[in-house]
């Protein structure tokens, strides 16, 4: 299959296979190119937009995120 016909099936499915798609995909995806040099540099602007079309505030994220971090410590 190429790019696009991945692309035309993905976005066939319904709301709800769209998000089970990616919780369940998207760590596997990531974790063989997360460690590419300068693919996080080209993440980083597209999961950024997707936080702003969600309307969560960034400063959200960030409590979040040092929230996440402060568990990871713990662990």
């Known amino acids: 299959m190429t790019v696009e016909e991945i692309k035309t099936a993905l976005m066939a499915l319904s709301t709800e296979?769209?998000?089970?798609?990616?919780?369940?995909t998207l760590p596997d995806?990531?974790?063989?190119?997360i460690k590419e040099p300068g693919f996080m540099m080209q993440l980083f602007?597209?999961?950024l937009g997707i936080l702003k079309e969600s309307g969560m505030d960034l400063q959200q994220l960030l409590q979040f995120a040092t929230m996440m971090?402060?568990?990871?410590?713990?662990e």
């Open 29 to 33: 995806l990531a974790g063989g190119v």
């Open 45 to 47: 602007p597209v999961l």
């Open 69 to 74: 971090g402060d568990q990871q410590k713990q």
């Open 17 to 24: 296979e769209k998000k089970t798609f990616i919780l369940e």
